[in-house]
């Protein structure tokens, strides 16, 4: 039963585009959502997070929306760059005790030229 | 920021060989770590959970006697991939928690594990 849905796969944008990327979860129990951005042959990076005491986080380009009552989170990015292609994760853990992160299964964006 | 390093980036290996890869958090203390692989294009497994001074959790379907896991410090854990076969060849990557963050976890750059 996969816990963290993601969608879509894959995503093209134009340079100075929106970049949109939807994840759902299904445990009630999940209070930490990280969004990691990974580039081919290298790990995962943090590029942010919420919890669910607020709906929405911005750190420059990057905003997430989290909605409680429909379970749902998503990752905008603003004026998306060519520099963004990548492949994007999102993830859900429960917060307590030791951090083990459900992740979902990715998206890859392209930003086009 | 919290620096976790992987090492080595890459190895070949001959099958039957065993392989060692060692991940540390440089610049805090780890009591948690992580190790996943990750197929091409597809999303990170978790294989095992590893906390200081204690025994590895497996995940299920993982072979705890193939992939050993050591947590022998706060800095360092490694993962040890024994009696290595074509089919183990894949990226592996680690992660790490702070002992007072919330749930916060750090990657390490993964190692491409390629058996020939």
Not at chain 1, 5 to 26: D, F, M, R, T, W
Not at chain 1, 77 to 87: K, R, Y
Not at chain 2, 5 to 31: M, N, Y
Request: charged residues 15%.
């Amino acid at each position: 039963q996969q816990q963290v849905k993601q969608s879509p796969q894959s995503l093209i944008v134009q340079k100075g585009g929106i970049s949109i990327i939807n994840c759902a979860y299904e445990n009630t129990a999940f209070d930490y959502f990280p969004w990691y951005q990974q580039f081919p042959g290298k790990g995962p990076a943090l590029l942010i997070a919420i919890r669910p005491d607020v709906s929405e986080k911005k750190e420059g380009r990057f905003t997430i929306s989290f909605n409680k009552s429909a379970k749902q989170f998503s990752l905008h990015i603003m004026d998306s760059q060519p520099g963004d292609s990548a492949t994007y994760f999102c993830a859900a853990s429960k917060g307590s005790g030791y951090s083990t992160l459900t992740f979902g299964k990715g998206t890859m964006l392209l930003v086009s030229p | 920021g919290a620096v976790v390093s992987q090492h080595p980036s890459w190895v070949i290996c001959k099958s039957g060989t065993s392989v060692k890869i060692e991940c540390r958090s440089l610049d805090f203390q780890a009591t948690t770590m992580f190790w996943y692989r990750q197929f091409p294009k597809q999303s990170l497994m978790l294989m095992a959970t590893s906390n200081e001074g204690s025994k590895a959790t497996y995940e299920q379907g993982v072979e705890k006697d193939k992939f050993l896991i050591n947590h022998a410090s706060l800095t360092l854990s490694t993962l040890t991939v024994t009696s290595a076969h074509p089919e183990d060849s894949s990226f592996y990557i680690c992660s790490a928690s702070r002992a007072a963050s919330y749930t916060e976890a750090f990657f390490g750059q993964g190692t491409r594990l390629t058996v020939v």
